[in-house]
Structures are given as C-alpha cells and as structure tokens.
C-alpha cells in the first residue's frame, strides 16, 4: 500500500499541474473577444451521454453496463464553462468489474459562424475507481498470478487513480433547449454520444 500511494503522488501531482494549465488556457481568451461577441452558449446545462469503445474495460471482457457519463457546465466567461463530471462503467472479467469516474471538467467553446452547430474542447481532471475483488485477492495472494496468466501490469494499470482526459466535440442544436453532441477522447470511452439540456 505504501509502495502504491508514494506511485500515486507524482501521478496526482502530475495531473493536477496539466489541468490547472490547462483550465488557465481556457479562461485567457482574448480580451476584446470575450467582450465583443459570445457563442450563445446556456448559462447552465445538463449532459448525458453513452460512450462508445471503452478505455477501461479490459480485452475479452463482457459488458455489462455500458459507459454512461453526467455532467454540468456552468458558463463563466462568453466561451469558457466549467462544472462537475461522473461517469460509470461495468463489465464482467474474472468477476464483476466496476469503473466510476468523478472529477471536474473545463471546456472552451470555439467561436463558428452558426446558431445550429457548436465546436468545443477541453479537459477533465477525475478520481477513477476500479473494483474487481476476484482478481485483487489474487493478485494479493500469488505473486505469480501476472506472469502465470499473461497480464502483466493488469492491475498495475487498472487500479484506482487520479487522471486527466482530453477531448473535443462537437453539438447539433435541436431546439431552444435542448442539443445533441458527440465527442472524442480518452475518458471512459473512446466516443461519447449523448444529449445536453439547457438549464
């Protein structure tokens, strides 16, 4: 466990200093921009999405729930929202294995000659939570398992952490109040596809 915390410090401090910058980038937008116009984006929304290829789920594993994924966006600057993000997963290898993803997300709203599309990107900074009971006692208790059963690194890599996750997407506004979008990166999914509703 000390062993575990002492890797897990450098991660977290890693991750924390790349969102920050980040964040940073995305709240200096050129002055006379943010003054002069404005994307016409909600002052508060709702997002929920379905992703698609999962960047957890570990090869040959069944899906259970698929990644599913909530979030707000509260707009502090003309371009710029911010707001709490969560999202979960579960799938079924050596036992049942449940992901869960819970951190903050920042996006910057590109300026686009249209009042039906929108572009945006941005970044997420988020605790992961991984649970496999089956496959953590034996990892515990044999100390040939990886080798044994040819996954090296498994939980090495699949255990709880903090992380950051990049993406960039984009929203078809179907009405006054309510979008759909589509978005790629590297969260729990590959693809997330989804709904926003305005606030």
Do not use: W
């Not at 590297?186 to 989804?194: D, E, H, Q, R």
Request: with cysteine; hydrophobic share 40%; aromatic share 12%.
């Amino acid at each position: 466990m000390k062993k575990f915390f002492f890797l897990l410090v450098p991660s977290l401090t890693t991750s924390l200093t790349l969102f920050a910058l980040l964040l940073a980038c995305l709240c200096i937008p050129l002055r006379s921009i943010a003054q002069t116009t404005d994307p016409g984006i909600p002052k508060l929304s709702l997002n929920t999405g379905v992703g698609i290829g999962s960047n957890l789920t570990i090869d040959n594993s069944t899906i259970t729930v698929p990644p599913i994924s909530v979030s707000l966006d509260i707009k502090i600057l003309p371009q710029v929202t911010i707001g709490p993000y969560i999202a979960y997963e579960k799938n079924n290898y050596y036992g049942s294995t449940e992901y869960g993803l819970a951190g903050a997300r920042g996006t910057y709203h590109f300026l686009i000659p249209s009042k039906t599309f929108g572009v945006y990107a941005g970044a997420i900074l988020s605790y992961v939570y991984y649970d496999n009971p089956i496959l953590t006692d034996l990892y515990a208790n044999d100390t040939h398992y990886e080798a044994n059963n040819g996954v090296d690194n498994l939980l090495s890599s699949k255990q709880s952490h903090f992380g950051y996750n990049l993406f960039i997407g984009g929203e078809v506004h179907l009405s006054n109040s309510v979008s759909a979008f589509a978005e790629l990166g590297y969260g729990i999914a590959y693809l997330n596809v989804g709904l926003s509703f305005k606030l």
